[in-house]
């Protein structure tokens, strides 16, 4: 399963606005988030996302779990999308993202480290 770990002083109250609106795309590749979805007690947050890779339209769940040294960023376990580069560029521009809104926010363990 495709993740990153961010560590530091990060909270996912402070994530979910910036996080709702991410777009970018490529050459027959689009990566967006539509909406993000903070959990009541501010320890999960749930993005929804679409890649888009030529024919390929991928509609799926992100997470971002508060941890006790930082957040966690991966597919949602009940989304199944394939985990195609599109895929793990989000992930991982989601873990950018959160690393400049994080002061002191580093890299932790990740399966993504080419994508970074």
Request: net charge positive.
């Amino acid at each position: 399963m495709p993740h990153v770990q961010i560590l530091g002083p990060c909270h996912i109250r402070n994530l979910s606005a910036p996080l709702s609106q991410i777009v970018e795309s490529y050459p027959r590749q689009v990566l967006k988030v539509q909406n993000a979805y903070l959990d009541p007690a501010a320890t999960s947050l749930v993005l929804e996302a679409v890649v888009v890779e030529g024919y390929l339209r991928q509609n799926f769940f992100l997470l971002v779990r508060q941890e006790e040294n930082g957040v966690l960023v991966r597919c949602h376990p009940f989304s199944a999308p394939q985990k195609t580069d599109g895929v793990k560029r989000l992930i991982a521009l989601v873990a950018r993202r959160c690393i400049e809104l994080c002061p002191g926010g580093r890299v932790g363990n990740t399966n993504l480290t080419p994508f970074l």
